[in-house]
């Protein structure tokens, strides 16, 4: 089921259970892998996932923040939440700690082949990644250009920089060219579905360099 | 004051809370302080508020999850949910970054005057935290004792420790009494509400003689 919010976000909701599957069935999976269809964020919390129980890193998507208006107690039954709105979140979605680094990031998607439209961001969305940033925090975007089925890194300092840009007369959207250029690629794969730790190192190790 | 850690270590707490309240007002601020009567909850969130204006962390409570059934899209005005429940957390309530580090942690209060009953937290509280930790997380419980008016930072360890023993006949309940031995006592200020960051430099700081 897809839920279109007011401010434009499209929230998906579990369509498909998580799956563990055993190795019997690896060979099959890989066979669909490709057409599993599965939104960005279906396969980040996939990879979430694959990334506890394989004790590498302990990173949640946020639930959305919801404004509860009213609810009703059913005698022997559990609550009822009756009315309720979208409220707009002061984070980004994912955030949690990878080998005592702090980590927090947003997730994107484009059906563009070229251009990433920065209205795809919120204000509210880069404040939260700059003070981390300032905290000490691996801060980064994941992009997904659905068409092209490629998946970037981009470290929070290059969205700040074109979102900035365009409060000065700069581009509303960044070119693909300019992504892969600040960016790190990363393949969708099997187990995890989509290995953003091993970019999230490369960042670690990149700022040890400086 | 002087903690003794059941495991030997020992450190002193901050005599006093890191205050930053304009002399002006101190006095009639300290007046009505003790009648505010707010929730622990809301005393972490105003406390938040201010690390986070004062760019001290950056640590936010996580929304209640909510599983949507039906939502409504009404014209001319935004989505409403009609049917939805309460689901049950993954996580703790609280993370979030601070100079560098990891921070999560879960509030529990109780009426109680002695004992603390460990069915206040959850089988998925204790093993999230035991995973932050692997990861290098500063882990812990703040822990409020309504009726004393006292609030204590008991490291993650130590709730461990209590938790492991219930299951092998150990007590229920933690006595106040190894709460005060384990834990550092914060007191309720005004600038923050909660200055829990203090105790959290503390268990850095422990961590680091290790």
């Not at 990173?59 to 009756?82: F, G, H, L, M, N």
């Not at 409220?87 to 484009?110: C, L, P």
């Not at 659905?146 to 959207?173: C, I």
């Amino acid at each position: 089921m897809k839920i279109n919010y007011p401010d434009g976000r499209i929230f998906n909701s579990p369509s498909k259970p998580s799956s563990k599957v055993s190795t019997n069935t690896t060979a099959k999976k890989k066979l669909i892998f490709g057409d599993r269809g599965m939104t960005l964020e279906e396969e980040i919390n996939e990879s979430n996932k694959y990334y506890r129980s394989h004790e590498v890193a302990v990173i949640y998507k946020k639930p959305t923040p919801i404004q509860i208006v009213k609810v009703d107690y059913p005698k022997r039954s559990r609550a009822v939440i009756k009315e309720a709105y979208f409220r707009q979140a002061s984070t980004t979605d994912y955030n949690g700690v990878y080998n005592g680094y702090y980590v927090d990031f947003e997730a994107k998607e484009t059906k563009n082949k070229n251009t990433f439209p920065l209205k795809n961001f919120h204000q509210h969305q880069i404040d939260h990644l700059r003070m981390c940033q300032k905290q000490g925090g691996i801060c980064f975007v994941i992009i997904k250009y659905v068409t092209l089925k490629r998946y970037f890194v981009m470290p929070a300092d290059n969205l700040f920089h074109h979102w900035d840009a365009q409060n000065h007369e700069g581009a509303k959207s960044i070119q693909l060219q300019d992504i892969i250029n600040c960016s790190i690629e990363i393949k969708a794969n099997y187990d995890p579905t989509l290995p953003y730790i091993d970019a999230v190192q490369q960042l670690i190790e990149s700022g040890k360099e400086k």
